[in-house]
């Protein structure tokens, strides 16, 4: 989805080495989410952000941190990369839905970052 | 504990045949489930959403599912399958109540033989 992109879309890096992938939507949405996915696995939630102040710890958050910048702005940061976080990494974000219930609004994906820790 | 099973890893068919691709979840309470699909090198699309309401939710690209709470499964069908229909699907859940984490299943390679 061209609303949402995600930079860089592939990384090749080394072990303990920062790295931080970055996502920006134009779709006004203010809830965003980082999954990654690994083959076998399907997508595991690492973070989310309901809004600018609140951020909130996944399924897998261990050996991951996230700033939310701006609303249209959230990036995940691997303090020290390690091989096993070599995976897909996807951002994501959903609306508010009517009378702030959120959990039926569909979740929008950029196209993904190809993360490789050697 | 919220969990979601796609029981078939790869799913061959004719094209122009009936497709199934399968999924079952776990929650507790009563469920919100979607199906989304993911083309080669592409983000996971969105297909369709059980939210409330009639049973069979119809979605994009001619695809269906049918929510059956007895046998707690959501399968995705299309009645007539298409080679551009190749692709990697998954099925999701969360609780109506609770933690907003979206659970996905593994996914199910779906290919459409001509």
């Not at chain 1, 959903?94 to 970052?113: D, H, K, R």
């Not at chain 2, 269906?64 to 699907?89: R, W």
Request: proline letters at 4%; a positive charge.
């Amino acid at each position: 989805d061209a609303d949402v992109t995600q930079t860089p879309r592939n990384r090749i890096t080394k072990t303990g080495k920062r790295i931080m992938l970055e996502c920006s939507q134009t779709k006004g949405h203010d809830r965003m989410y980082w999954y990654r996915q690994d083959p076998g696995l399907g997508l595991r939630l690492i973070y989310y952000s309901f809004d600018v102040k609140d951020i909130n710890k996944g399924e897998i958050s261990d050996g991951y941190s996230v700033s939310r910048q701006a609303q249209a702005k959230f990036s995940l940061s691997l303090e020290s990369a390690i091989p096993n976080q070599t995976a897909l990494y996807f951002c994501a974000t959903s609306s508010v839905g009517l009378a702030g219930g959120t959990a039926y609004n569909e979740q929008f994906f950029g196209p993904g970052t190809r993360l490789t820790v050697l | 504990a919220q969990s979601v099973a796609q029981p078939e890893d790869q799913v061959n068919v004719a094209e122009g045949n009936p497709l199934t691709v399968k999924c079952t979840y776990s929650v507790s309470g009563n469920p919100y489930l979607f199906w989304y699909v993911q083309y080669p090198n592409r983000g996971l699309q969105f297909l369709l959403k059980y939210i409330t309401g009639d049973n069979l939710v119809k979605g994009s690209y001619g695809f269906e599912a049918e929510f059956n709470k007895s046998q707690t499964s959501f399968h995705l069908k299309k009645p007539s399958a298409l080679v551009s229909d190749s692709a990697l699907y998954f099925c999701a859940v969360r609780a109506q109540t609770g933690a907003n984490n979206l659970f996905f299943g593994t996914g199910t390679r779906l290919t459409v033989i001509p």
